[in-house]
C-alpha cells in the first residue's frame, strides 16, 4: 500500500494537510500447470505406446542459452559415458526402436527424435538452438532417451486424437517437407494431422508468439507410469525455470 501527501488552503486560509492512501496491487504474471487426462489426449487403434502430458499457460519464448547450456552439458555426459559403444548399446534405444515399428514406422530412416540428438550427441555434432520451450524439449528427449513433443495449444482446433494415419494425412513439417502419414502414428485435431514423434508441424509449432502449449512424452509399454510421472515432474520444473 503507498501513501500520498499534498496540502492545500482551506476555506480559513489555514493549510490543511490532506491524506490519501492508494492501494497498489502488484500483478506477478504466472504459469499455470494442469495434468492432461486420457480423455482429452486420448490414443486410439489400440496403439502400443504410453503418452504423458501436461499443459502449461503463461509461459515466455525466447532464446536462452542456459538451458543451450544443459543441453550441451547433458551431451558431453552421454559422449564420455557410451564412447565407443554402438547406439543399440545404449539405454532406451532399442525401446523406442520396437516401438517405432509397432506405430508403422522404421526408425533407421526416420530417426526418433530421442536418437537422433543422442546420435548428435555422441559425433560432437552442435544442436540446433530453436528457443527456450524447444531446446528443453530436446533436453529432456536426450537426458531419457524418450521421444518429446511440444505444440501450441492455441493453434490447435476442435478434439485431439493420437492414431494411424489416413491417406490424406500429411503436413508441412519443420523441416520444411510435406510429410504423409498413412499407416503411422499421427497426432490430429479437427483441421487434421498436427503432429508426429517423428518430427512436427509447422502449423502447431512453438513460436515467439506462444504462451500457452502442450507437452508431450511419448514412451515403450515398459516404462513404469510411475518412472513417466517423474519425468513430467522434472520437465515441468523445468518449464519453471527456464521460460519464465
Known amino acids: 500500500m503507498s501513501m500520498f501527501l499534498w496540502f492545500c488552503i482551506d476555506i480559513s486560509g489555514h493549510i490543511a494537510v490532506m491524506y490519501k492512501y492508494v492501494v497498489t496491487k502488484i500483478c506477478e504474471e504466472t504459469m499455470d500447470f494442469r495434468y492432461v487426462e486420457d480423455s482429452e489426449y486420448p490414443v486410439k487403434d489400440n496403439l ?3 503418452v504423458c502430458v501436461f499443459h502449461v499457460s503463461g509461459i515466455k519464448i525466447y532464446k536462452n542459452e542456459a538451458i543451450h547450456a544443459e543441453l550441451l552439458k547433458c551431451g558431453e555426459e552421454f559422449r564420455e559415458k557410451y564412447d565407443g559403444k554402438a547406439v543399440t548399446e545404449i539405454p532406451g534405444v532399442k525401446d523406442v526402436r520396437k516401438l517405432f515399428h509397432a506405430l508403422g514406422m522404421d526408425p533407421t530412416k ?3 527424435s530421442s536418437e537422433a540428438l543422442l546420435r ?3 559425433k560432437n555434432k552442435e544442436f540446433y538452438r530453436v528457443n527456450n520451450l524447444v531446446d528443453l ?6 537426458k531419457y532417451q524418450l521421444p518429446v513433443c511440444i505444440y501450441d495449444s ?3 482446433v476442435g478434439d485431439i486424437e493420437i492414431r494411424l494415419g489416413k491417406p490424406d494425412d500429411e503436413y508441412l513439417a519443420l523441416n520444411h517437407q510435406v510429410i504423409n502419414f498413412n499407416e503411422r ?3 490430429s485435431d479437427s483441421q487434421g494431422a498436427f503432429g508426429s514423434p517423428m518430427t512436427d508441424s509447422v502449423r502447431t509449432s512453438i513460436t515467439e508468439g506462444t504462451t500457452n502449449a502442450y507437452c508431450q512424452i511419448l514412451a515403450p509399454e515398459n516404462i513404469s507410469d510411475e518412472k513417466l510421472h517423474e ?3 522434472f520437465f515441468i520444473e523445468k518449464v519453471k525455470e527456464y521460460c519464465k
Do not use: D, M, Q, T
Not at 137 to 142: A, M, T, V
Open 120 to 122: 548428435r550427441a555422441l
Open 185 to 187: 502414428i499421427v497426432y
Open 137 to 142: 524439449g530436446n533436453f529432456i528427449s536426450l
Open 48 to 50: 502400443p505406446l504410453k
Open 231 to 233: 519425468i513430467r515432474e
Open 110 to 112: 526416420r530417426r526418433p
Open 154 to 156: 492455441s493453434k490447435i
